[in-house]
């Protein structure tokens, strides 16, 4: 009888902890590190916790642009495939809820335009935003959380007579946007930074 009861007392002690370990056995959100496709192109495909897999495709022979597949089909691509969109900045996440956020920034520089994309773990796209400007910058500060900065243009810049480098402020407007897995991209923050 006492072996019986020590029996049930274990078995009522382990059943909730395995319960409660099975319903916390989601991943752990995940920020990965920006890479440059014309150098770190052999850093990718990188499959995610959710199973969705960031990759590149080459465009022609004239460079690379991020992708993401879910079991092997293609489900988002950067849309522009000019020359001067290839070989830009790639960085994304994986978030907590089972959603992958990228950005992708291109450009004559690798920085004159930001394009953002949010896809569910079931491959459906269902965030698509575009940031330009004369100098974009963007990085994921968690993973729903992103901040882009785009440079001033120099008012007193003419065409004409100056030279494209004179377009150039190095005053830049950073806005923090919290993104959700409804597609809603929200202003979180507007700060001013000059460099």
């Known amino acids: 009888m006492k072996k019986l009861f020590s029996l049930l007392l274990v078995i009522c002690l382990l059943v909730p902890a395995t319960i409660a370990s099975a319903k916390t056995n989601q991943p752990a959100a995940k920020t990965y590190a920006k890479l440059y496709l014309g150098m770190d192109a052999a850093k990718l495909p990188m499959k995610l916790a959710n199973g969705l897999v960031v990759d590149k495709e080459n465009v022609e022979g004239l460079g690379y642009l991020p992708v993401i597949k879910l079991?092997?089909?293609?489900?988002?691509?950067?849309?522009?495939?000019?020359?001067?969109?290839?070989?830009?900045?790639?960085?994304?996440?994986?978030?907590?809820?089972?959603?992958?956020?990228?950005?992708?920034?291109?450009?004559?520089?690798?920085?004159?335009?930001?394009?953002?994309?949010?896809?569910?773990?079931?491959?459906?796209?269902?965030?698509?935003?575009?940031?330009?400007?004369?100098?974009?910058?963007?990085?994921?500060?968690?993973?729903?959380?992103?901040?882009?900065?785009?440079?001033?243009?120099n008012k007193k810049w003419n065409p004409e007579r100056d030279p494209n480098a004179a377009r150039h402020t190095d005053v830049y407007d950073v806005t923090v946007y919290q993104l959700s897995s409804k597609g809603m991209v929200k202003q979180k923050q507007f700060v001013r930074k000059a460099s």
């Open 71 to 153: 079991n092997g089909k293609k489900v988002w691509r950067e849309a522009e495939q000019s020359w001067i969109n290839t070989n830009g900045a790639v960085q994304f996440t994986a978030a907590s809820g089972g959603d992958t956020f990228l950005l992708y920034l291109s450009g004559a520089t690798g920085g004159s335009a930001v394009d953002l994309v949010g896809v569910h773990k079931d491959g459906k796209v269902f965030l698509r935003k575009s940031f330009g400007g004369v100098g974009v910058d963007a990085k994921f500060i968690s993973a729903n959380t992103v901040q882009i900065e785009i440079e001033r243009e």
